[in-house]
């Protein structure tokens, strides 16, 4: 069996578990997001959001924004206290994301961006419930 097929298996399983629904297209968008996200070893860009997230900006590319904002979900759902102890808070990390979601559904025309950044918090919060294998504390998101 490929691991993307066992990311999958286990994502559904959890959502299964926990309840968990959300469009069928952002399910699959978070498989294959962790299915790619698994082996890569820069969890922590270098040089730092901030700093990419300016260099986004000149650069204007929806699959560089794409990329920063699934770094952003990726990174908030692994290690959503890595803030805390820099005096950021993950609602830091997850507006960057989110706004770069946004910027990359304008400049690719695509809603499914869209609807990940509306999600992000709901995502966010699963995807670390899939990670650690815990309970899915969903409904304490902050808007």
């Not at 000149?58 to 979900?73: G, H, M, P, T, V």
């Not at 994301?97 to 946004?102: F, H, Q, T």
Request: hydrophobic share 45%; with cysteine.
């Amino acid at each position: 069996m490929a691991a993307r097929d066992i990311i999958a298996q286990h994502v559904h399983s959890r959502a299964e578990d926990l309840g968990f629904s959300a469009p069928p297209l952002l399910i699959t968008y978070l498989v294959d997001l962790l299915a790619q996200r698994v082996a890569r070893v820069d969890i922590i860009p270098d040089p730092s959001f901030a700093e990419r997230y300016l260099q986004l900006a000149q650069i204007n590319s929806a699959e560089l924004y794409q990329d920063y904002a699934d770094s952003a979900l990726f990174f908030c759902s692994l290690m959503p206290q890595y803030g805390h102890k820099r005096g950021l808070s993950m609602d830091y990390y997850a507006t960057l994301g989110i706004s770069s979601y946004y910027t990359a559904a304008q400049l690719a025309q695509d809603q499914r961006f869209t609807q990940l950044g509306n999600w992000f918090y709901y995502l966010q919060r699963f995807l670390d419930s899939v990670i650690r294998d815990r309970d899915l504390e969903i409904w304490t998101v902050k808007f």
